[in-house]
């Protein structure tokens, strides 16, 4: 039976393998799926001993996103506008690297949640992997304007630089400029030790408010949101859902339902 896996550093709190075994049992598919504990700069050696035991795709986690992208033989083009690669499919001889995420995000924004993106001006936070995956998508679903913002403001200007698009610019969310953000997206990694970005409240007043990070991870910026004046707050428990179904058609041909298996996580999570 060919062997499907997720793998990253820390590993043990992944939902994937009940994601993707939900799939298989919704789309008649004997689905086998594990949880992989790879280090920084173990991805390459890892692989090798993946496919001995015939493993044949591989959905790739913080940190080694970036690792993925250079091992890949082939890549698509979402996988070379992000730069990195969360899903791996062994086709021909060799690793096809694809990134997911952002598509997993639009279906989540717009699908799920019912948020228009349309003609919005959207402020992402942060510059890292997660932001790098989403900023094309975001582009290609016909937003307005968008705008980087990061504690560190060189990423922001780099990212910027890659998207080569006139609509980006690197974020000015001084207090006078708060209230023009139509979308707040959080792709910094603040949640897990429960800080905040470092964001003026008056930026969140009318805003449709999400975090990529899900569960109790995403409350301390959601709550905050909610608290200063969002119109409506997300995490990103949809956004994880919708990935893998990406991931599952590149590896299986067909893309599975996924408003059944959201509502299962959702409550083992909680609410967002």
């Known amino acids: 039976m060919s062997l499907y896996a997720v793998m990253g550093y820390p590993i043990g709190h992944s939902l994937s393998p009940e994601i993707h075994e939900a799939f298989g049992a919704l789309t008649g598919l004997d689905v086998r799926y594990e949880r992989r504990e790879v280090r920084p700069a173990g991805l390459a050696e890892a692989l090798s001993a993946f496919r001995a035991q015939e493993g044949r795709g591989a959905n790739i986690t913080v940190p080694l996103k970036g690792e993925a992208y250079a091992l890949a033989t082939r890549t698509s083009v979402r996988a070379e506008r992000a730069r990195a690669v969360n899903t791996l499919a062994w086709q021909g001889g060799g690793w096809f690297g ?17 948020w228009s993106l349309q003609a919005r001006r959207v402020l992402v936070v942060g510059a890292g992997g997660a932001a790098q995956g989403i900023v094309g998508p975001l582009l290609d679903a016909g937003i307005a304007h968008l705008a980087i913002s990061n504690r560190n403001p060189g990423r922001a200007r780099d990212l910027v630089a890659a998207c080569r698009d006139a609509r980006v610019g690197v974020a000015d969310t001084g207090v006078a400029g708060a209230s023009s953000f139509d979308v707040v997206i959080n792709a910094t990694a603040a949640g897990l030790s429960g800080d905040l970005p470092a964001l003026p409240d008056a930026l969140f007043e009318g805003a449709m408010v999400y975090d990529l990070m899900y569960g109790p991870k995403a409350q301390v910026f959601l709550s905050h949101a909610r608290a200063h004046g969002a119109c409506a707050v997300a995490d990103g428990l949809g956004m994880l859902v919708e990935q893998a179904a990406e991931s599952f058609l590149l590896w299986w041909g067909v893309r599975p339902p996924t408003g059944s298996v959201l509502a299962r996580l959702r409550a083992e999570v909680g609410a967002a």
Do not use: E, S, Y
């Open 98 to 114: 694809d990134n997911t995420d952002g598509a997993g995000l639009i279906r989540d924004l717009t699908v799920n949640q019912g």
